[in-house]
Nanobody
């Protein structure tokens, strides 16, 4: 089991910045991907950004490219989301996700773990 815990949310004015952090802990063979989703009030959850361990690949939703930056500290099993030039429409609960592999003898299984979310509110 892997637990992920987010931190860094809060209230900020439009144009401001916030940095979210997410730390994964527990028993695992490897962490494959870590990333962020968000869910605004009355809307479906949407992908924000992901980072893939193998190859250091990062992916972003187009509307957030250039404003949001995802980064990873593999030694700490931590992922960050630097959010700049925030807009009121960025207001949402931001959820961290870790996709990880567990090994049991010759068997490898892949699981997902989600955090409880951290609230980001951008005022106009």
């Amino acid at each position: 089991q892997v637990q992920v815990v987010e931190s860094g949310g809060g209230l900020v004015q439009a144009g401001g910045s916030l940095r979210l952090s997410c730390a994964a802990s527990g028993r695992f063979f490897s962490i494959n991907n870590m990333g962020w989703d968000r869910q605004a009030p009355g809307k479906q959850r949407e992908l924000v950004a992901t980072t893939i361990t193998s190859g250091g690949i990062t992916n972003y939703v187009n509307s957030m490219k250039g404003r949001f930056t995802i980064s990873r500290d593999n030694a700490k099993n931590t992922v960050y989301l630097q959010m700049n030039s925030l807009k009121p429409e960025d207001t949402a609960v931001y959820y961290c996700n870790a996709k990880y592999t567990v090994r049991a003898g010759p068997v490898f299984d892949v699981y997902d773990s989600w955090g409880q979310g951290t609230q980001v509110t951008v005022s106009s």
